[in-house]
């Protein structure tokens, strides 16, 4: 297959990217907002709003998705070490607090959080939440070395055996791609838990795999945390494209230890955690 290489402008910088399809990535911009050790980012239902968990201040934070400006903030009275969020169908915010050994839920009316209530069970250190549209609400805990499900607050099924597991995210299919960091290795789950499928070794050489997401033709997006790179990854399992060159750095294609990655609207926003701050990239296909 071609290989090609892209340098890509902002404002006298260039980065360089490698890949093997016709994908394209451009840098945007970073945010200015005072975070520290931000991780795992999601797009709130309607796209308005960037939820970010700031581990180091034990908070979430909110920020616009176009510009990267900070909007609001809340959790800081109470969560401690904030790893994850994930929305319900109803908007309800699930919420990783991890040092608390809980999932702590939300309503969400705008930017404005009221604390519903918490899921607990089996779990120590969740670092990782998904909300499947199944209704069950499945949990990576990192220190317990587990993904529970839960179903209407009850557990339902339990996946052990795994190391410091970290983010779940929604496969097209409705399978469930699960970062197992400690060892390396992304795995495809079913909703029951059962692994369908790993990735692992070469072409990927994992070094501390940890968030993610899934764009709508399967395309997978892990940061690659110990790498310092974003890899994308085709649904087949064909390597399109790695963001980073192994160096710490920053600026454009360049990361300190990246943790989060979030999709959306032909945009790629990534936790460049190392640096204390948020990135946007744009996609073009």
Do not use: C
């Amino acid at each position: 297959m071609l290989r090609k290489f892209v340098l890509l402008y902002l404002a006298g910088a260039f980065s360089t990217v490698s890949f093997a399809t016709d994908l394209e990535v451009q840098f945007i911009g970073a945010s200015t907002t005072e975070l520290e050790n931000p991780h795992d980012l999601k797009l709130s239902l309607d796209g308005k709003y960037l939820f970010v968990s700031d581990v180091g201040n034990d908070r979430v934070v909110i920020l616009n998705p176009d510009t990267l400006e900070f909007v609001s903030a809340f959790g800081s009275d109470h969560q401690s070490g904030t790893h994850d969020i994930d929305f319900g169908p109803d908007g309800r915010a699930y919420v990783a607090d991890t040092h608390n050994n809980r999932i702590a839920i939300y309503d969400i009316h705008g930017t404005n959080a009221e604390f519903a209530g918490q899921l607990t069970e089996r779990i120590r250190g969740p670092e990782g939440v998904l909300v499947h549209p199944n209704g069950t609400v499945y949990v990576a805990g990192a220190w317990s070395n587990n993904v529970v499900a839960f179903k209407n607050g009850n557990v339902v099924a339990e996946l052990s055996g795994l190391r410091a597991p970290h983010d779940l995210e929604l496969d097209p299919n409705s399978d469930i791609w699960l970062a197992d960091a400690g060892n390396d290795r992304m795995l495809l789950l079913s909703p029951s838990l059962e692994i369908k499928r790993e990735l692992s070794g070469s072409p990927y050489h994992f070094n501390g795999v940890r968030y993610q997401d899934v764009l709508q033709d399967g395309t997978l997006i892990v940061a690659d945390k110990y790498n310092h790179q974003v890899k994308m990854i085709k649904s087949d399992g064909t390597l399109l494209l790695v963001l980073g060159d192994k160096k710490r750095g920053k600026g454009p294609g360049k990361f300190a230890t990246p943790e989060g990655v979030e999709a959306g609207n032909g945009n790629l926003w990534i936790s460049d955690s190392g640096n204390n701050r948020i990135v946007k990239y744009e996609i073009n296909r």
